[in-house]
């Protein structure tokens, strides 16, 4: 005969006759806090982990159906993200909310049995033993008994757990290696039976001015963060900006990567009314074409503050009543340096015949914007120890497209041999760009072997130097004063010689690749229409190389085509980056 195990704590119980031992699961249900529905939550988090699994891209979020909602509407059926695009702001009542859904089950419960649950002294009503959510604070603590009873059985049998739920907060700052450009949640194409009819519908983005995604590495990283920890939930609160860099987009106000004209345009293409969330102020007015988006460190800092109202902060804001993040990942400098101006100029144009020459040139040219850059992520580094006060900053390094692998461990340049006659293909590239064609170069684009007959080696050489100069820089930033006490320089996390699990490395030229191709952004969030309406000047060419309007020894171009997803990483490069970060931060986190 058999008889019920002792335990102390009541986590191993066993009844008479019964093989397997008794015990309290508790866990926080919707712990990756984004969106505001549980449904929305669940979906995110299984659609995620599931792309981990495919080899091909498909959008992250996909209707069931074509129901006519469109744009700021659609996304926000599918996916409504505490982000509001016409306050350009976080819904401050759920970040400050610190209440979270609690879930608990009882382990190898006999089905007859009654069950009598007691928290903090207090009984519940009911005496079933089936799975029970209610609400409890962060930080507070829950003394659960529960009291097992079974015909026959010695007893009642004694369970109890402490139940203490946690959150991290976990904030992130950037340009569109922060933001994920070139993956937009999803892509309609209209189904209207006229292949000659209006352009498929825009991208649908987390915030479409900045072309925010939550296929970014940084959002991929919490919400590993938030499947591995059952018992922790993790608020996210990303300001990353495709286009920014540290004065115009962190420290400053920016005319985001889509401009409101833009946005209007793209829609009036489509045959569509214009008038989405982003382009409308919250009484319904639209937003004036000229508008621009508050600096990151600002909209950071506001919602760290206490909330008068659901989109007001509190006007009295102490150092002492901020939340105080967790975490703060940020990604920026690429821009600084104008690296879009250098990839469309390598890929678009050929370097003289003395290679060297060119490419010793080059990097002469160079050096002073990675000087600059210096001397903003200094200026950076204080404002950001000052007025957020992360307990922890991680810089990412920006992963390297030259370079792809055959072979583990074999490392090969994108790029064909030095001397190669590339105009007159460089010529029906750029044709089948302005016409959107589908002719031998997008053929071509679908193993990337593209970027081998776009490129010379001398090219991919020069555009492996920049990645690596500016990752150097960013190491060298690492050092300074970044965060609160006792964590004061910056984790770095290096993604410069980023591989994937079988050794390789995966630049545009694999066939596997981790970065985006010219087609493949094309077909994911097509071409932005030029804005002469807002403008700006190109760091890299004056007046012996302007394609605008020389103002003040700059050449000033329209918003427009300047960058887009080229060259970004796709869903896989920044899960692959995500699972470096998650390292990092848990290896930060155990640490303290």
């Known amino acids: 005969m058999r008889f019920p195990a002792i335990v102390i704590g009541g986590f191993i119980v066993m009844f008479a006759g019964e093989c397997c031992a008794q015990a309290i699961n508790w866990e926080i249900i919707n712990r990756f806090r984004v969106v505001k529905e549980e449904s929305a939550n669940d979906r995110l988090i299984s659609r995620l982990l599931a792309l981990r699994n495919v080899r091909t891209y498909t959008p992250l979020l ?33 970040i400050h909310n610190r209440e979270r859904s609690i879930r608990v089950e009882l382990k190898n419960i006999p089905k007859d049995a009654s069950c009598k649950w ?37 007893g009642p049998i004694v369970l109890r757990e402490t139940i203490v739920p946690q959150d991290l907060l976990v904030a992130a ?73 540290i004065d115009e987009g962190i420290l400053e106000e920016y005319a985001g990567r ?16 214009p008038q989405q969330d982003s382009t409308m102020n919250p009484n319904d007015t639209p937003k004036s074409l000229k508008s621009k988006l508050p600096s990151q460190i600002n909209q950071l800092s506001s919602v760290l503050c206490p909330p008068k109202s659901k989109w007001e902060p509190s006007a009295e804001c102490t150092v002492a009543a901020k939340l105080q993040p967790d975490v703060l990942i940020i990604a920026i400098g690429g821009n600084d340096i104008g690296f879009g101006e250098i990839g469309r100029k390598i890929l678009l144009s050929n370097p003289p015949t003395d290679h060297q020459r060119w490419q010793d040139e080059q990097q002469r040219n160079l050096e002073p914007a990675f ?26 390094e920006y992963m390297d497209p030259t370079m792809y692998s055959q072979r583990s461990g074999e490392d090969i ?7 190669g006659a590339l105009t007159g293909l460089q010529k029906d590239f750029q044709k089948q760009v302005n016409s959107h064609g589908d002719g031998r170069l997008v053929s071509a684009s679908r193993n990337h072997s593209l970027y081998n007959l776009l490129l010379t080696k001398t090219e991919s050489r020069f555009a492996h130097w920049v990645v690596s100069r500016l990752n150097e820089t960013i190491r060298q930033a690492g050092g300074l004063t970044w965060a609160s006490e006792p964590n004061e320089r910056a ?14 490395r995966k630049g ?85």
């Open 118 to 154: 007691i928290s903090n002294a207090d009984v519940l009503e009911g005496s079933s033993c089936e799975i029970r959510e209610f609400k409890r604070a962060v930080g507070s603590v829950t003394n659960l008994r529960v009291e097992i009873t079974k015909k026959g059985a010695v």
């Open 508 to 592: 545009v030229c694999a066939a596997d690749s981790w970065f985006l191709g010219i087609f493949d952004s094309l077909n994911r969030q097509d071409w932005i229409p030029s804005d002469a309406i807002q403008a700006y000047p190109l760091k890299l060419s004056d007046d012996s190389d302007c394609s605008g309007e020389l103002r003040d020894g700059k050449c000033w171009v329209p918003a427009g085509n300047i960058t887009s997803g080229i060259l970004h990483p796709n869903f896989f490069g920044h899960y692959n980056a995500a699972v470096v970060i998650l390292k990092q931060i848990e290896k930060s986190l155990s640490a303290n």
């Open 62 to 94: 996909v209707p069931s159906r074509n129901d006519g909602r469109i744009g700021s509407y659609l996304n926000k059926a599918l996916m409504p993200v505490t982000w509001d695009e016409r306050y350009e702001q976080y819904d401050l009542d759920w």
């Open 173 to 245: 700052l950037g340009d569109s290696l922060g933001s994920g450009e070139g993956n937009p949640h999803l892509k309609l194409v209209p189904n209207r039976g006229n292949p000659e009819g209006p352009l498929s519908y825009p991208a649908i983005w987390w915030d479409t001015r900045c072309h925010r995604s939550l296929m970014s590495s940084s959002a991929q990283a919490a919400a590993l963060l938030a499947e591995r920890n059952t018992k922790q939930s993790v608020t996210y609160l990303s300001f990353s900006c495709s286009g920014a860099e």
């Open 258 to 273: 889509q401009t409101i004209a833009q946005t209007r345009r793209l829609w009036e293409l489509a045959d569509q009314p």
């Open 413 to 419: 340049l994108c790029g064909q041999a030095d001397g």
């Open 491 to 504: 984790t770095v996390v290096s993604l410069q010689d980023l591989r994937g699990p079988d050794g390789k």
């Open 371 to 396: 000087d600059t850059l210096s001397r903003n992520f200094a200026k950076l580094s204080e404002v950001v120890r000052q007025r957020i006060q992360a307990k922890r900053v991680f810089l990412l």
